[in-house]
């Protein structure tokens, strides 16, 4: 059994705390939100100990482990704050809007021993999980091509200003839509290279991307990475990845996984060469609480084992979440560099000890142009 407080109540917050309040092996021991009737509702209806301040709640209910599910922007003094009590950490994707720190927290977490997970889902899928597998096993061969994609209605009309939609909070469909699919190919082939031809679209939005289009380079192999949360066609956000090899091609969604293989390829078990399709129903088992999909649930349960088991290193862990942190800069600089930046008034300076490339992602966020 371990205790684990929440910090965030938007959203992913209450769902992350209805799973894990239901999760045989943790004890809530504390809430933390700044809004004070989510609170007062939380307590009555729950009996859970509410907090308005993190550092008190960390103090008081000395957690085991710390779910931060707040608007990007807050992570980094949050999850610092954590680590600095030696309590792991689950964080909302994206990390972190600053490369530089996500490299600084990850290799604090590493010298600590501490268990950390950013909540990159799509890893959790059965149909995704597969096509790692099957990667894994040399099925493709060499992969040449891959398209990445995620649409959804997010932005469907001129709105108002929320944390959401500026650059320096965590918003845009950059890092709310493009950064799953992005960080599915991190975990298929690596980081990249280098990326080009970036455009960061504004369709409804002001001040932001609503729509996402770039090129990723690897050794041997190019990916199409493209997302538009401004797409109404979808009834809610669709991630679907497609890879051609020298041996056949794989697309898959998170309901199923179509694989064809060339008579050249090596064909695991409960495959043939030609066309197959399996299903995620046949590739993931029912978690013990279902909450939004299973891949929610699964990657709090693959949290919760590595927290009890003291496993330092597991799937999406800040070191790997650091890896698309940095390609979400690398975008972000050459869409400055072919269009000009999308201005955001309201970020922050950098620091002037941060590496090149932080210093340029940060000039973007303010809306200065990139040399």
Partial sequence: MIDVAVVGLGKMGLSHLSMI???PDVRVVGIC?????MLDVLT???GLPTFKDLTRMLDEARPDALIVATPTHLHSGMVREALRRNIHVFCEKPFMIDPAESEELADLARRSGLVTQVGYHNRFVGTFAEVHRLLELGVLGTVTTALAEAYGPVVLKEAGTTWRSRRATGGGCLYD???H???LLTWYLGAPTGVSGSRLTSIF??????????TLHYPGATAQLIANWSDESQRKMTTQITLWGTHGRIHADRQEIQVYLRDSAPVPEGYRPGWNVKYTTELMEAPWFYLRGEEYSNQLDAFVHRVMASASEGQNDFTSAAITDECLAMIIEDAARVDGPLRSASAAPPPTSLPT???????VLRGEAVR
């Fill in 21 to 23: 309040n239901a999760h």
């Fill in 33 to 37: 939100d700044a809004t004070g009737y």
């Fill in 44 to 46: 009555k209806y729950t």
């Fill in 177 to 179: 839509y493009a950064a």
């Fill in 181 to 183: 699919p992005l960080n």
């Fill in 205 to 214: 939005s002001a001040n932001i991307d609503d729509a996402v289009a770039t």
């Fill in 357 to 363: 490339r932080a210093r340029s992602a940060w000039r």
